[in-house]
């Protein structure tokens, strides 16, 4: 599902830093991967990369065979539209829309609006009576849950979740890790960043990033 080739980033223009360092690694269609390793090393750059959020400064992305390394930003963003659901440490819900209208906005990316659909994830994900609820209304965990009902609007094939459990308390991360796991089980790739240990026990695969290299 994701291949990277030598992958590279650096920032910077007269005194470069390398954030990663030449990555190759594969990730089967279907797992559950947890990316590991310290603080600035290199995790959010190497998730960023994968979804398409950010261009490379050498090497390749291949998202399901494709290199998105090469496309245009309009060709990047059909594919973020169609195969990648992101969900972040923090929620990024539109303060003034329902926990239902923060579902539907990420399938204007796909031009279509399911309220159907967008219900029948936030069920999904156990906010059923929650639709019209708005951010303010919600708990941390709850507002999590919603991101991750808004990232499978478009049923994505690719689930990158950086640091998602990293503002819960423990009662609100078991919940949302339950969510998670339930959903990588009908299928979904997901590739998750954390510092967690708990979290990397339950995965199928653990890549540690250190110094920008796969360690």
């Known amino acids: 599902m994701v291949k990277t080739v030598d992958l590279q980033k650096a920032y910077g223009k007269k005194v470069k830093t390398h954030a990663l360092k030449g990555v190759s690694l594969e990730i089967p269609q279907g797992s559950f991967c947890c990316i590991v390793g310290p603080s600035g090393h290199g995790k959010s750059t190497l998730l960023q990369l994968i979804g398409g959020l950010d261009k ?53 990316f796909a031009k279509k609006t399911d309220r159907n659909r967008a219900a029948e994830l936030l069920k999904l994900v156990g906010l059923g009576d929650k639709l019209n609820s708005k951010p303010s209304e919600l708990s941390g965990g709850q507002m999590q849950r919603v991101a991750i009902a808004r990232a499978l609007a478009n049923d994505p094939p690719l689930l990158l979740m950086d640091e998602p459990t990293g503002n819960l308390d423990s009662e609100s991360e078991k919940e949302v890790m339950q969510y998670i796991l339930d959903i990588h089980k009908t299928g979904k790739t997901v590739i998750f960043v954390t510092h967690s240990s708990e979290i990397a026990n339950q995965a199928e695969m653990v890549l540690e990033i250190r110094d920008g290299v796969l360690a």
């Open 56 to 108: 490379p400064t050498g090497g390749s992305v291949f998202i399901d065979g494709t290199d998105i390394s090469t496309l245009t930003d309009n060709q990047l963003a059909d594919v973020r539209g169609e195969k990648i659901g992101f969900v972040f440490q923090f929620f990024n819900l539109l303060e003034n829309l329902t926990a239902l209208e923060n579902v539907q906005t990420a399938m204007m």
